[in-house]
Nanobody, 125 residues
Framework: QVQLVESGGGLVQAGGSLRLSCAASGRTFSNYAMGWFRQAPGKEREFVAA????????FYSDSVKGRFTISGDNAKNTVYLQMNSLKPEDTAVYSC??????????????????WGQGTQVTVSS
């Protein structure tokens, strides 16, 4: 089992920045990748970004590319999401997820095995 705990959410004005963290514990040695997803009220869960530990490959949705950066510290079993130039449409609950199998990409929720509880990000206009 892998436990994931997110932190760093909050309220920020449009154009501002936030940094989310996700700390993993448990059977973390078997994690191949970690990712971030978000879900706004009344909308489906949406892929945001992912990082594959083995080769450091990163994946981004078009809506956040160039504004968000995913990074990780494998030794600390922690993944970060630096969010810059935030927009009101970025408002959502952000959840991190861990994948325990190699995939060619990690853009869909079905590729992940464990999920955190989420942290709220609210961007005011």
């Amino acid at each position: 089992q892998v436990q994931l705990v997110e932190s760093g959410g909050g309220l920020v004005q449009a154009g501002g920045s936030l940094r989310l963290s996700c700390a993993a514990s448990g059977r973390t040695f078997s994690n191949y990748a970690m990712g971030w997803f978000r879900q706004a009220p009344g909308k489906e869960r949406e892929f945001v970004a992912a990082i594959r530990w083995g080769d450091g490959s990163t994946f981004y949705s078009d809506s956040v590319k160039g504004r968000f950066t995913i990074s990780g510290d494998n030794a600390k079993n922690t993944v970060y999401l630096q969010m810059n130039s935030l927009k009101p449409e970025d408002t959502a609950v952000y959840s991190c997820a861990a994948a325990q199998y190699y995939r060619s990409n990690y853009r869909t929720g079905s590729k992940y095995d464990y999920w955190g509880q989420g942290t709220q990000v609210t961007v005011s206009s």
